[in-house]
Nanobody, 126 residues
Framework: EVQLQASGGGLVQAGGSLRLSCADS????????IAWFRQAPGKEREGVAC????????YYADSVEGRFTVSSDNAENTLNLQMNSLSPEDTAVYYC???????????????????WGQGTLVTVSS
């Protein structure tokens, strides 16, 4: 059974950094399109970044481009999200997700991702 475990969330001041991780010891991240999504209170889920998605090796939402970096360590079966220059607008529950491989899924196809982590809360104070 796939159980993606997201971790690394917490409280940080504006301008600070956090690193999120998503792991499952038996999950072959390299075989899937993998992504981070987030959902802020009262808002719809938003795609943040993805690997092997659509026509891209990596792709970022405009709101995080240049500040966030998504990466995957296939040897350790982890998906990571390095978040720098955080702002209060980044406050949300962050979810890792995985879906059909082969660059089939785009970042905006959240409903088509098959596997989801439980979410980790990121709170950025001003």
């Amino acid at each position: 059974e796939v159980q993606l475990q997201a971790s690394g969330g917490g409280l940080v001041q504006a301008g600070g950094s956090l690193r999120l991780s998503c792991a499952d010891s038996s999950f072959r991240f390299g075989d899937y399109t993998i992504a981070w999504f987030r959902q802020a209170p009262g808002k719809e889920r938003e795609g943040v970044a993805c690997i092997r998605c659509g026509d891209h090796n990596t792709y970022y939402a405009d709101s995080v481009e240049g500040r966030f970096t998504v990466s995957s360590d296939n040897a350790e079966n982890t998906l990571n999200l390095q978040m720098n220059s955080l702002s209060p607008e980044d406050t949300a529950v962050y979810y890792c997700a995985a879906g059909r491989g082969g660059y089939y899924l785009a970042l905006d196809a959240g409903d088509d991702y098959t596997y989801w982590g439980q979410g980790t809360l990121v709170t950025v104070s001003s």
